[in-house]
């Protein structure tokens, strides 16, 4: 067990879409910075997490990703922190680049 990140995780991959599913325990946070006291919670810390998934999958994938928070302990009370990760993140587009292909 990792003591670091203490808790389950699941995984689960449908298309290009992974569901992860961290239960730290009944209404606890998992966040180090947070269970650790070093800081109270709050819900930026949970970009962080977002953050920090982004960053362990890209490693593996060697590619961009995007991962979206469902729900968190402390953004909505949910009992664990489910996140999607887009293996093939959505293409951004801007009204500048819009425009450009109508003119």
Not at 25 to 47: F, N, Y
Not at 60 to 78: A, E, F, N
Not at 81 to 88: E, N, S, T
Request: a positive charge.
């Amino acid at each position: 067990m990792n003591t670091r990140f203490p808790g389950a995780r699941s995984f689960e991959r449908k298309g290009d879409v992974v569901h992860v599913d961290f239960f730290a325990g009944q209404g606890s946070c998992g966040c180090p910075m947070i269970r650790d006291g070093h800081h109270p919670p709050a819900p930026e810390w949970c970009a962080c997490g977002n953050y920090w998934y982004k960053t362990m999958i890209e490693a593996v994938v060697k590619h961009p990703v995007q991962v979206d928070l469902l729900d968190s302990c402390i953004r909505t009370g949910s009992s664990s922190c489910k996140r999607l990760v887009y293996l093939k993140p959505p293409t951004i587009s801007t009204a500048a680049e819009e425009n450009r292909g109508t003119g």
